[in-house]
């Protein structure tokens, strides 16, 4: 069983960057494709990205493409997520999560995750 802890939330003005770190352990991530999902208050969890186990193939969440990247270190066992040109919209609870299947984008199909960590984005 994997176990994931995010960090590298918090307050940044709009057009800013954070990057998120997803630290896993108990098993090596590369038998797990990764995602990054977000909630909202008042919104269901949605996608952000996804990476599948090998880090070559990535799909990204309209509201994101362009601005966050994210990506892979299996031999670390981290998943990051680089957010660039945050907007107040960006402002969610972000969660790492992983699932042994393929890198789907609805997270009922995510077995593990993490405790999320805040993102807010002020105008």
């Known amino acids: 069983q994997v176990q994931l802890v995010e960090s590298g939330g918090g307050l940044v003005q709009a057009g800013g960057s954070l990057r998120l770190s997803c630290a896993a352990s108990?098993?090596?991530?590369?038998?797990?494709?990764m995602g990054w999902f977000r909630q909202a208050p008042g919104k269901e969890r949605e996608v952000v990205a996804t990476i599948n186990r090998s880090g070559r193939d990535t799909f990204y969440s309209n509201s994101v493409k362009g601005r966050f990247t994210i990506s892979r270190d299996n031999a670390m066992n981290m998943v990051y997520l680089q957010m660039n040109g945050l907007k107040p919209e960006d402002t969610a609870v972000y969660y790492c999560a992983a699932n042994q299947g393929l890198p789907v984008v609805t997270p009922r199909s995510y077995d593990h995750w993490g405790q999320g960590t805040q993102v807010t984005v002020s105008s």
């Open positions: 108990g098993r090596t991530i590369s038998d797990y494709a």
